[in-house]
């Protein structure tokens, strides 16, 4: 939950404030056609431009996906974020100041704030240490690795000189030690209550969250000590089991390659997007997690996991897989030389001997099955063990194809491996993807009159909406739509207004789906028609429901009743050829 009160009137300042064509003009080519402006969609692959934005009114549409909605909706849908994400992230964008929720999450928010400041304070002095006198031999280790001084700031490299209190000393000038060490960067000694610097003798980097806002850091020892690696603590800004390395940078990136690429070191995530590999992210000393799993799952449906190919790898590889499935994602695995990670391929075979890597994955039966002894009784007292694994795929069709193909290999029934499935199988699993946009489907008539009533003229909207009976709606997605409508005063702009009373992301898309399309305003004639078959449809509706009223009138034996119910049911019917 938001640690700020995104309530109706504060999402409608956000909504104002954020500028549409800004936004989306970053991500799509946009040319001026009439009062609208047009470009190729960014959801989906397409020749001739289907996208529609409409800057007075802060909407967009694609007749092509019918993916639709405001400014808010396309940044969830173009960077893949919640709706309080999208929310805040545009407010800090465009200088929108969002009150906090209650007391605890003013405090909390203020907590976040101060430690965050902290973090550019320390990420600005461990740049500098890097360019200076102190920074040598941090510089020749990155030169060595293939980063030369022009990536540095791109990738937020500095460095923490082999000293004490450095760091802690330059910041306590502003800040109190107790708030330093808060914020993960000093440590507080065993033997004394004097604390240190958390990070010396290291090559560091910014570790963001999936916003790109810095949240901790991550450190690699320069030379030899333990650990090789060293992160931030956790705290309010970093959580390492929902966090993943670059996953800020690599979210567009997914969407265009068709997948996500895990591996386990900082300098191979970022040996690879320095060599344009961009869709990699990494975990930040700790194995993938369900919660990791669910953020890629709402970013991509295939990830490929790329270990070091040791036992170590292996082990990460095979637990990676399960937790991928069992979030419903398909899995493959690249297959690095022994001894080698991604970091040694990129530098000493170049970076087209890692994409011929990415073009052909090893599938995950193929990499759990491994080698499998000769003997028959052997090879499937081994293979038997993959069952669960691949059981616990949340896909119905690719969980039975996996244990299918898992019985032949090892010439067993195909009950005994789904019987060794089950019984690790888990108790619950995690929630489907949601589905991609599609055009929104509503019954004849509905479609249309809502178009009309959102486009028409105040005079004649004012005279369709007493002769329409909003409960006789078949689609409650229309039938809210419509209430709204219906509390417009007279000479308001109606999509505005619905706007303004912040409807929900449903009915902000239906609203840019029915408001930007090609189609010529109403006419007269049309608008008849049209209500003509509402109205035909609404009458059918209302005879059903009053048949359904009759007969437990009877049941009750309540003549008057009954005979009422009759009499209305009578003028429907005759009133239904005359509509239109």
Avoid at 35 to 49: A, D, I, M, N, S
Avoid at 109 to 120: F, I
Avoid at 494 to 506: K, L, N, S
Avoid at 562 to 578: D, F, G, S
Wanted: hydrophobic share 40%; net charge neutral.
């Amino acid at each position: 939950m938001a640690d700020f009160d995104l309530g109706p009137a504060v999402i409608a300042r956000v909504r104002d404030a954020a500028d549409i064509l800004e936004v989306v003009g970053e991500h799509v080519q946009l040319r001026r056609q009439g009062r609208r402006w047009v470009g190729r969609c960014p959801f989906h692959q397409e020749k001739t431009p289907s996208f529609s934005v409409d800057p007075e009114r802060g909407l967009y549409y694609c007749f092509g996906c019918h993916a639709g909605g405001d400014t808010i909706r396309f940044v969830m849908q173009v960077e893949n974020l919640e709706f309080p994400q999208a929310v805040e992230r545009l407010a800090r964008r465009f200088g929108v100041e969002l009150p906090p929720r209650t007391p605890a999450a003013r405090r909390q928010s203020q907590v976040a704030e101060k430690v965050r400041g902290l973090l550019g304070e320390a990420q600005q002095w461990f740049a500098d240490q890097l360019v200076g006198p102190a920074g040598a031999a941090a510089r020749q280790e990155l030169e060595r690795r293939g980063f030369t001084a022009d990536t540095w700031s791109e990738l937020g490299f500095g460095f923490a000189p082999d000293e004490w209190r450095a760091l802690l000393d330059h910041l306590k000038r502003r800040h109190p030690e107790g708030t330093i060490v808060d914020a993960g960067l000093a440590v507080v000694s065993d033997r004394s209550d004097r604390p240190y610097d958390r990070f010396r003798k290291r090559i560091t980097f910014p570790i963001q969250g999936g916003d790109g806002r810095l949240v901790a850091f991550g450190g690699r020892i320069l030379g030899d000590g333990e650990p090789k690696y060293l992160n931030s603590p956790e705290g309010p800004l970093f959580h390492k089991r929902s966090t993943l390395f670059l996953l800020h940078r690599a979210r567009r990136p997914m969407a265009e390659a068709g997948h996500a690429l895990i591996v386990e070191g900082y300098f191979d995530c970022l040996s690879l997007h320095r060599a344009g590999i961009t869709q990699a992210v990494a975990t930040l000393g700790t194995a993938l997690t369900p919660d990791h799993a669910r953020i890629l799952r709402r970013l991509t449906s295939k990830v490929l996991l790329c270990y070091d190919a040791d036992e170590a790898g292996r082990k990460a590889a095979v637990t990676g897989s399960r937790v991928l499935l069992e979030a419903g994602l398909e899995v493959g695995l690249l297959d690095l030389p022994a001894g080698r990670d991604p970091d040694d391929v990129v530098r000493e075979d170049g970076v087209e001997a890692f994409r011929s890597l990415l073009e052909s994955p090893v599938p995950v039966l193929d990499f759990l099955l491994g080698e499998l002894p000769a003997d028959p009784r052997e090879r499937r007292r081994v293979g038997i063990e993959v069952a669960p694994i691949v059981g616990a795929a949340r896909d119905t069709v690719v969980r039975f194809g996996l244990l299918e193909e898992l019985a032949r290999r090892l010439d067993l029934p195909l009950e005994i491996v789904q019987e060794r499935a089950r019984r690790a199988a888990p108790t619950s699993r995690p929630p489907a993807p949601a589905p991609a946009a599609r055009q929104t489907t509503l019954p004849p008539g509905e479609r249309e009159i809502l178009r009309i009533l959102l486009t028409c003229d105040p005079e004649r909207r004012g005279s369709i909406l007493p002769q329409i009976y909003p409960p006789l709606f078949a689609a409650p997605l229309a039938r809210r739509l419509l209430e709204l409508l219906r509390e417009v005063p007279e000479d308001d702009d109606p999509v505005q207004r619905v706007i303004d009373a912040g409807p929900g992301e449903e009915i902000t898309g239906l609203l840019a789906e029915l408001t930007l399309g090609t189609l010529p305003p109403p006419s007269p004639e049309g608008t008849r028609a049209q209500l003509a078959v509402l109205l035909r449809e609404q009458g059918k509706r209302r005879a059903a429901q009053l048949q359904a009223e009759i007969e437990a009138a009877a049941a009750r034996d309540d003549t008057d009743e009954v005979a009422r119910l009759q009499a209305e049911k009578r003028r429907i019917r005759l009133e239904i050829p005359k509509i239109g």
